[in-house]
C-alpha cells in the first residue's frame, strides 16, 4: 500500500492540535534527526505523545537513540528502527514497558541490552543483519516472545535459556556462525517454524523431535552430515504435516520411516506444489543421499 509521506518537519507535526499522532511515520529524515533523537524525544513534546501507539524511524541514519525512555508511559507498541547506523541500544530502551514489536534490522549492533529482555509485553524481537557475536545469557527472560529473528548475524552460540521461551512460535536464525544447538530447544512446544539454515552445524539434537508444534525445519546448507537420530520417524499424523529442509547438506542415508512414508524431494527444480503435498515432506537435493539414488 503506498502511503504518503507528511510533508511537515517534525516540530509542527509534533504541536497540531488536530492530529492525534497515534502513529508517526518519520522515516527517511535523516536531515533533521541528525543522527539522534533529540528533535524529536524533548521534554516539549512529551504532551503530543499521549496516544502514540507506532513509531518508524525507518532509514535515518540514526548512531543512536538515546532519550527514547521519554516515551516510558506511553502507549507506543510498535517501534521500527530498521536501516540506521545503531550499534547498540540504550539500556532505556526497557522502559517501554506496552511495547509488543521491536524492529531493528540491518543496523550494526553489537550487544542486546538485557533489559530489552525484560519487556513483559514483546512478542516479536526483529534483529536480522546485524553484527551480534553473543546473546544475553538471560534470553530466556522474554516470556512473552513469540517471534525472534537474528539471521545474518555472527553468532557461534545460543543460549540454553533460549529454552525458556514457552511462546516462541517462530526462531529464525539463519546465516550465522553456529557450529551447534543448544539441547533446551527441545522445551520450545509452541515452536512452529525453525530456520537454521546456512551455518556450520554438522549435527542436529535429537531433541527437536520434541517440537510436537514443529511445522517447517529449514537447515539446508549445513556440513551436516547424518539425519538426527530417529527424530521425526515416528512422527504423528495428527500433529500436522511436517516439512524439512536438508538440501545442500551431507547427509547420506535417511531413516527407513521416513524413506518409505514421507515424500523424499531430490530433484534439483522443486516446485510449490512439491513441498505442498499431502504429509511429510523432506528435501534432499544437492546431497549424497540424492547422488546415490540417481545413480540408481
Known amino acids: 500500500m503506498f502511503v504518503v509521506k507528511d510533508l511537515r518537519k517534525i516540530p509542527a507535526i509534533m504541536v497540531d492540535e488536530a492530529d492525534s499522532r497515534e502513529e508517526l511515520r518519520l522515516g527517511r529524515r ?19 505523545f499521549g496516544n502514540l501507539r507506532r513509531l518508524s524511524l525507518y532509514d535515518n541514519q540514526l548512531r543512536s537513540v538515546d532519550r527514547i525512555g521519554i ?9 521500527d528502527l530498521g536501516y540506521n547506523h545503531l550499534t547498540s541500544l ?11 514489536e521491536l524492529w531493528v534490522t540491518n543496523n550494526e549492533l553489537e550487544v542486546i541490552p538485557e533489559t530489552l529482555l525484560a519487556l513483559p509485553k514483546l512478542r516479536l524481537l526483529q534483529l536480522s543483519n546485524n553484527k551480534l557475536t553473543t546473546l544475553p545469557a538471560n534470553l530466556g527472560d522474554a516470556s512473552s516472545l513469540q517471534v525472534l529473528s537474528l539471521d545474518n548475524n555472527k553468532l557461534a552460540v545460543v543460549p540454553q535459556s533460549i529454552g525458556q ?17 543448544p539441547p533446551s530447544l ?16 554438522t549435527a542436529l539434537p535429537v ?37 524439512v529442509n536438508f538440501a545442500c547438506t551431507k547427509i547420506a542415508e535417511v531413516p527407513s520411516a521416513i524413506a518409505s512414508t514421507w515424500h523424499v524431494l531430490t530433484q534439483l527444480h522443486i516446485t510449490e506444489t512439491d513441498t505442498k503435498k499431502d504429509g511429510h515432506v523432506v528435501i534432499l537435493s544437492g546431497t549424497p543421499y540424492a547422488a546415490q539414488l540417481k545413480k540408481h
Request: aromatic content about 4%; overall charge negative.
Open 30 to 48: 535523516s536531515a533533521e534527526f541528525q543522527g539522534s533523537l533529540k528533535v524529536l524525544c524533548s521534554l516539549d513534546n512529551l504532551p503530543a
Open 71 to 79: 516515551l516510558a508511559n506511553t502507549p507506543l507498541a510498535v517501534l
Open 90 to 100: 540504550p539500556a532505556e530502551i526497557g522502559a517501554l514497558k506496552n511495547l509488543e
Open 165 to 181: 521461551l514457552s511462546a516462541l512460535v517462530e526462531l529464525n536464525l539463519r546465516g550465522n556462525q553456529l557450529t551447534e544447538l
Open 186 to 201: 527441545g522445551n520450545l512446544a509452541s515452536l512452529e517454524i525453525l530456520s537454521v539454515n546456512s551455518n556450520q552445524l
Open 207 to 243: 531433541c527437536l523431535d520434541g517440537l510436537a508444534s514443529l511445522k517447517a525445519l529449514f537447515a539446508n546448507g549445513n556440513p551436516i552430515s547424518h539425519w538426527p537420530g530417529t527424530a521425526f520417524a515416528t512422527r504423528d499424523a495428527a500433529q500436522g504435516a511436517l516439512r
